[in-house]
């Protein structure tokens, strides 16, 4: 059963960019999904798909879905090859006509029946961000072998005993940012890739933006290949590093 969002707030534009590499299975899935939750609470959207030359043929999905959907909703923004993710948000966030953005995976990591509850909990406390956390409530990791688990916890355990950012999911990927919010940390934080969730976690309590977090359920990706590698890994531990002494 779907949650529903009050009408009050039509107003309110959500933008999800959608970073892409290799989703030409996923894509048409997600996307539809997203619709189908944007369209049953009457929220005002749009997708703004960052693709890194796939090779696979995800931009020639992503314009038929343009052309589906129509363009005001789908919008493909390629870049020249495959820049990282951090990048791709920055990228993404200069097409964005939305007050609100949403930031998540196109593998289905993340369902986006979480996004109705995500706008309930920013509406209630007038939050700047809303973070989904696998590791409070009833969240979980569906999917993953232990040692992808344990690196996923001890990465936070980390950051959380460095940083003290009281948010239970640094590495987390699916958030809700108010537009003005994310402009300013994005325009400050220095890491790419999977350093760079953390870091903006960081930089928002640096500020005193305020954060609430909602219980979400990741599920490994079922199509393509994972962006995670050994390189990641270890950049991330250098950028928890550069910000305990930086921040």
């Known amino acids: 059963m779907s949650v529903q969002v009050a009408t009050e707030i039509t107003e309110n534009k959500y933008s999800v960019i ?28 749009e997708i703004i798909v960052v693709d890194d030359a796939s090779p696979d043929g995800t931009q020639d999905i992503a314009n038929q879905l343009a052309n589906v959907y ?8 390629p870049r020249a090859g495959k820049l990282g993710l951090g990048t791709a948000y920055v990228y ?23 996004i109705p509850e995500f706008i309930r909990l920013q509406r209630s406390r007038n939050l700047d961000i809303v973070t989904g956390t696998r ?33 239970s999911d640094l590495t987390g990927s699916f958030r809700l940012y108010k537009k003005e919010v994310l402009q300013r940390i994005i325009s400050l934080v220095i890491s790419k ?26 599920v490994d990706r ?8 050994a390189n990641e890994i270890v950049q991330y531990a ?8 930086s921040v």
């Open 18 to 45: 959608l970073p892409t590499y290799n989703e030409r299975s996923n894509l048409p899935v997600i996307v539809w999904l997203l619709a189908k939750t944007f369209k049953e609470n009457d929220l005002d959207w």
């Open 70 to 77: 129509g363009s005001d909703y789908i919008k493909l923004k």
């Open 92 to 114: 993404g966030l200069q097409f964005v006509t939305g007050n609100f953005v949403i930031i998540m995976d196109a593998d289905f990591s993340h369902h986006p029946k979480f």
């Open 135 to 167: 590791y409070t409530g009833n969240g979980g990791v569906y999917g993953w072998d232990l040692k992808r688990k344990i690196i996923s916890r001890g990465a936070n355990f980390l950051a959380s005993t460095l940083l003290r950012p009281n948010v």
């Open 193 to 218: 890739g999977y350093v760079f969730q953390m870091e903006m976690m960081v930089r928002a309590r640096q500020f005193g933006y305020t954060i609430g977090e909602v219980p979400i359920t990741f």
């Open 222 to 229: 079922v199509y393509g290949e994972s962006k995670m590698g």
């Open 238 to 245: 250098k950028g928890v590093w550069q910000l305990f002494i």
